[in-house]
């Protein structure tokens, strides 16, 4: 493992792109990292706003209907676990990518690494946060936030124990992609009504599930600056952009995969 901070990391400043041109821009970033480009670090929202699935997640569990009618765009991640919904205004997302070699190989410990500007940046405003501790069983199984905590990337309220952020880990042979969602404003109603058959209220899912908003008294605008500042003194990152390239790249990806009926339905690659 090297020092991160002397390596060339980029700095993306939040974009709004849509569920499968995020996925496929984490993608074409590890691609990237791996060819001895820089790393990088990006922080983005979701628009529309878009459910994404864990990778194995059964496509039974969504409620197509209600997401078509509500223009709720629906992909899968590269990732495990279970959907999120990503709300366009109360989600913060951010992903970090680098060459696998100089990461742990230890996966709690890169977690513990790459986890660590998140933790400063709920620090930064005054949310305290915690990695979780007790063991608390999944309330409802196919949703990310309502699952049984796991206390190597999921971020809770250091005060009441309500999920704040989860994150997770794509690990290929030569790079590693870290994303992850911080819930800014918590939306219970939308985020149940997505999946399908489920029995879960609107309160239980407060109960489990809190919001930069509930604890700290900042805008969603100053909320990013944090995550953005956190990140970026982190591993000494410069502003950077993508490459034409690149973006031609995650347009054919996010078209060829992360909207294709086979990776979103069935989980196949058809790339």
């Known amino acids: 493992m090297t020092d991160l901070a002397d390596r060339e990391w980029r700095l993306i400043r939040e974009e709004a792109w849509d569920g499968p041109m995020n996925m496929a821009l984490d993608e074409i970033a590890a691609e990237t990292a791996a060819r001895g480009g820089p790393r990088t670090l990006r922080v983005y929202q979701w628009d529309p706003s878009t459910l994404s699935l864990g990778y194995n997640q059964d496509a039974e569990t969504v409620d197509w209907d ?7 765009t629906v992909t899968r991640r590269p990732t495990g676990g279970g959907g999120i919904y990503h709300d366009t205004h109360g989600d913060i997302s951010y992903s970090i990518v680098a060459p696998a070699e100089e990461l742990p190989g230890d ?5 513990d690494l790459l986890c660590t500007p998140i ?4 620090a930064a405003m005054d949310v305290p946060a915690t990695f979780a501790e007790e063991q608390r069983p999944a309330v409802y199984q196919p949703a990310c936030y309502l699952r049984a905590l796991h206390p190597a990337h999921d971020v809770v309220s250091a005060t009441d124990g309500r999920k704040l952020s989860g994150n997770a880990q794509y690990r290929r042979k030569d790079s590693v992609i870290q994303h992850g969602s911080l819930t800014y404003a918590g939306r219970p109603e939308r985020h ?20 930069i908003a509930d604890y700290a008294d900042r805008s969603r605008t100053e909320a990013v600056e944090s995550l953005t500042d956190a990140l970026a003194t982190w591993a ?17 990806r996010a078209d060829a995969k992360y909207r294709s009926a086979e990776w979103v339905r069935d989980g196949t690659d058809p790339t």
């Not at 933790?119 to 709920?122: P, R």
């Open 192 to 211: 149940l009504a997505v999946f399908s058959g489920h029995d879960v209220t609107g309160d239980a899912f407060e109960e489990r599930v809190g919001a």
């Open 107 to 111: 996966l709690m410990e890169c977690y």
């Open 66 to 72: 209600y997401c078509d009618r509500e223009g709720i």
């Open 236 to 252: 000494d990152a410069d502003d950077g952009e993508w490459t034409d390239d690149e973006l031609t790249r995650a347009r054919e």
């Open 119 to 122: 933790m400063d940046a709920f």
